[in-house]
């Protein structure tokens, strides 16, 4: 198993920042795609944002604009910046990673994910 692990979650008021930081100690795939997403109780665990090995970006409709994904490879760690942050973004954040196969895209679809970190949480108050 591939440790991802999480961290930088914390609580803050609507309209505040936070960036939330993802090891991927061991992971080794020259083609990927690492991404964040997040879930709340009771919901399914959806897609927030993705980023390719080159750099190929993906970002769901409710966080474009707010949130930026990138990644830093000389320290196998990936980030999401999230700025103005609302109380609808208050969810358990978590950090995944896949294969990408030749000429595939990364997709915003966690089941198709197959490592992942436990999750840090974040919680924006009004």
């Known amino acids: 198993q591939v440790p991802l692990v999480e961290s930088g979650g914390g609580s803050v008021q609507a309209g505040g920042s936070l960036r939330l930081s993802c090891t991927a100690s061991?992971?080794?795939?020259?083609?990927?795609?690492k991404g964040w997403f997040r879930q709340v109780p009771g919901k399914e665990r959806e897609g927030v944002a993705v980023?390719?090995?080159?750099?190929?970006?993906n970002y769901a409709d409710s966080v474009k604009g707010r949130f930026t994904i990138s990644q830093d490879n000389t320290k196998n760690t990936l980030y999401l910046q999230m700025n103005s942050l609302k109380p609808e973004d208050t969810a358990m954040y978590y950090c995944a990673a896949r294969r990408r196969g030749v000429g595939d895209g990364c997709s915003l679809w966690s089941s198709i994910y197959n490592f992942w970190g436990q999750g840090t949480q974040v919680t924006v108050s009004s």
């Open positions: 061991g992971y080794s795939d020259s083609r990927y795609c």
């Open positions: 980023i390719s090995e080159i750099g190929n970006s």
